[in-house]
C-alpha cells in the first residue's frame, strides 16, 4: 500500500461541490484505515467539511486524514476531536483589493462575465488564502457549470488575462467555472511539500490522485514534484481505483 494518497475533489472525488456519495464515503474509511489520505482543492475549509467530512461514517480514522483547502495555501489535521491549522497562507487586505480589482478588469476586457447579470451566489470569494472568481456564480448548478466551459477556452482566456495583471500573485484554473489566485508559489505543488515534509514521507513515496493532470489544468502544478500520479476521468474511475487498492492492501 501507498504510503499517502493525495487526492484531488472536484471531478475526482466527487462531482463539483457534491458531498461524497455513501459509497465514495465507506470506500474512503476502509482507505483511512490502512494508509495516510489527504484531500488538497480550491475550496475553503467550510467546503471540505460538506464535501468531505459531514458524508464520512463514525468510525472513519481521521487522524489519518490531512485537508489542504484554497489549493494549498492551508493545511489541516484532525487532533483530539477537533480540525487544527497546521498554517494558512493568507491575503492581505490590500492584496484582496488588488486581485479583485484584477479580476473585474479581466471579465470586462475578455467580455467572459458580465457582473451586471444575475449570477448563482457571490462571483468573487474570499477564502482567507485564496480568491476565486466563478463565472456563473458560487452556487451555480453542476449543468450549467459543465456548459459553460467544456473546452477549458474560457477559463484559460481568464487566466492568462488575469495573470498578466497579476505577476506577483500565482493565477490557475479551478474548478468547471473558475479562476483561482493566490501568492506567488502557492499551490497544489507547495502543499504537497508541506505535508510529505510534515508527515516524513518521501514524495516519491505518495501518489496523487486528480481528474485534470494535463497541461493548463488545476492538478498541472502536481508535476513540479517527485510525486506519482494517477489520472482519472471521473469518480466513478476513483471509486475503482480506490477498490483496487483495498483489494491489494
Known amino acids: ?144 457549470k459543465k456548459e459553460w466551459d467544456p473546452t477549458h477556452t474560457k477559463r484559460h482566456a481568464l487566466q492568462a488575462n488575469i495573470a498578466a495583471r497579476l505577476p506577483e500573485f500565482s493565477v490557475g484554473i479551478g474548478g468547471a467555472t473558475s479562476i483561482d489566485v493566490t501568492k506567488r508559489g502557492i499551490d497544489k505543488a507547495y502543499g504537497i511539500h508541506k505535508l510529505c515534509d510534515r508527515l516524513g514521507i518521501a514524495e516519491s513515496e505518495a501518489l496523487y490522485v486528480g481528474d485534470e493532470l494535463v497541461k493548463g489544468g488545476n492538478d498541472e502544478a502536481v508535476y513540479k514534484t517527485d510525486i506519482q500520479t494517477k489520472s482519472v476521468n471521473n469518480p466513478a474511475e476513483t471509486v475503482k481505483l480506490i477498490e483496487s487498492f483495498l483489494t491489494t492492501a
Not at 476531536?81 to 486581485?99: C, D
Not at 479583485?100 to 488564502?129: H, Q
Request: hydrophobic content about 45%.
Open 1 to 144: 500500500m501507498t504510503k499517502l494518497i493525495i487526492f484531488d475533489l472536484d471531478g475526482t472525488l466527487v462531482e463539483s461541490k457534491q458531498p461524497l456519495t455513501e459509497h465514495m464515503a465507506a470506500l474512503f474509511a476502509q482507505l483511512l484505515a490502512v494508509t495516510r489520505v489527504a484531500v488538497i482543492s480550491g475550496g475553503a475549509l467550510p467546503q471540505f467539511m460538506k464535501q468531505v467530512i459531514a458524508p464520512l461514517p463514525d468510525e472513519a480514522n481521521l487522524s489519518h486524514l490531512s485537508l489542504l483547502p484554497t489549493s494549498g495555501a492551508a493545511f489541516y489535521e484532525y487532533h483530539a476531536g477537533e480540525w487544527k491549522k497546521i498554517y494558512e497562507e493568507r491575503l492581505s487586505e490590500k492584496e484582496v483589493h488588488t486581485i479583485e480589482t484584477a479580476m473585474r478588469e479581466a471579465a470586462k476586457e475578455t467580455g467572459l462575465i458580465d457582473f451586471s447579470t444575475k449570477a448563482w451566489g457571490e462571483r468573487i470569494e474570499y477564502r482567507g488564502g485564496q480568491i476565486t472568481l466563478s463565472a456563473l456564480g458560487q452556487q451555480a448548478p453542476l449543468v450549467e
